[in-house]
């Protein structure tokens, strides 16, 4: 179950039992609480699981659970180190995201204009996008099972 705070933001999340009528049980097994601490930018979340989450004059997060990220060209997320990951991103001249390498592991992305075809990692996995004659994302494919 949720609670909000005044601007509509989830202020809390806390999970129940179940009984075999679908109905819920006693005190909440788990709470979740996200907190918004930044009074120019109200719906911006600064704490979450009590750990804080630290963002550039831009809005984008740096600092989130030991992890560091950076960013490149305004909101385009270069790079994150931390708790033994080490993740990189490279963009086409469009902006668009067509490599990414995660402690050792590149996904290449495969793109037409501004739409993703495919992804394909140097571990053999794949994932191809699926479009209808609209341009709309209509299925993903993995391993030969057909997403909708």
């Known amino acids: 179950m949720y609670t909000y705070d ?12 179940y009984t075999e009528a679908d109905t819920v049980t006693g005190t909440a097994k788990t709470t979740e609480t996200y907190t918004y601490g930044n009074s120019a930018w109200k719906d911006q979340l600064t704490e979450y699981r009590g750990q ?4 550039d004059a ?3 997060p740096i600092s989130y659970r030991g992890m560091t990220m950076e960013w490149e060209q305004g909101r385009k997320l270069k790079k994150i180190t931390g708790n033994g990951v080490t993740q990189s ?21 495969y793109t037409n204009g501004t739409s ?7 571990d053999g996995t794949r994932l191809d996008f699926l479009y209808d004659d609209q341009g709309k994302l209509f299925a993903m494919e993995y391993e030969g099972e057909r997403y909708f």
């Open 89 to 109: 991103h490279s963009y086409d001249a469009d902006g668009i995201r067509i490599r990414k390498v995660v402690n050792g592991v590149t996904t290449q992305f």
């Open 116 to 122: 993703i075809l495919a992804q394909k990692s140097s």
């Open 58 to 60: 831009m809005g984008n």
């Open 6 to 17: 005044a601007g509509s933001n989830i202020t809390t999340c806390k999970t129940y039992a």
């Open 52 to 55: 804080k989450i630290r963002y």
